[in-house]
């Protein structure tokens, strides 16, 4: 995954190694991470997602081009090697640890599990596509799923929300899910062939709201 991160805004290139498919098109519009680390046993750590778009090709439709297939090629066999390198580092470290590191260890595993306990979820407008015209010319087909948005987020036993402060037998998250969509048209009108703005203007505007907020040009599955 290539990232890269502009105006606010993240735009991201996902590889599809060894798939029969490539991301023509991805977008991620928000994505922040909230850690009240001075308070972090008083307040709750949230993490948003917010405009999330893929729009996904076969590779017979993109035109083949040697020197990235080759260098894509190198790219992943360069990263096995970084992976078994840092499992190496990683085994020499744990077996090197001392009495100190396992204590902070110990520590750590305290924050990461109180973040746990108060985490704040919010996932909203994604739109993800795949389209194919290539294996059936005459009946281009789409198909995809779309989400309004999910929310989730600590309560108590009687589901009313909270903050855990201290350890607890059982944690209690309370979901809120708006809207998710799946579809699968026929004689779909592909969009690999318009502009950057033009694709990401199409997939943000075609997310379902509600049952009665829904683009006209879409069938749902039931």
């Not at 790219?75 to 970084?82: I, L, P, Q, T």
């Not at 059982?170 to 033009?198: C, E, P, V």
Request: with cysteine; charged share 30%; net charge positive.
């Amino acid at each position: 995954m290539e990232w890269k991160c502009c105006s606010g805004e993240s735009v991201f290139k996902i590889k599809c190694i060894n798939l029969p498919v490539t991301i023509s098109l991805g977008y991620l519009e928000k994505l922040t991470l909230e850690v009240p680390w001075k308070t972090i046993y008083r307040s709750p750590t949230k993490a948003t997602i917010d405009g999330l778009f893929l729009l996904v090709i076969p590779k017979t439709e993109v035109e083949y081009d040697v020197k990235r297939d080759e260098k894509e090629k190198h790219e992943a066999k360069m990263k096995e090697v970084h992976k078994i390198e840092e499992i190496r580092k990683e085994k020499e470290a744990q077996q090197n640890a001392k009495e100190s590191d396992k204590n902070n260890d110990t520590f750590m595993e305290r924050i990461q599990l109180q973040i746990i306990r108060n985490l704040e979820l919010s996932i909203r407008n994604i739109h993800v596509i795949y389209e194919d015209k290539s294996t059936k010319p005459n009946h281009p087909f789409a198909v995809g799923f779309t989400l309004n948005y999910i929310t989730l987020h600590t309560t108590t036993p009687d589901w009313q929300p909270t903050v855990l402060k201290e350890h607890t037998e059982f944690i209690h998250k309370l979901g809120d899910l708006s809207a998710l969509s799946i579809y699968w048209n026929t004689n779909a009108q592909s969009r690999s062939g318009l502009s950057r703005n033009a694709v990401l203007k199409s997939l943000k505007e075609h997310i379902a709201i509600n049952n009665k907020t829904t683009p006209n040009d879409i069938s749902y599955s039931k």
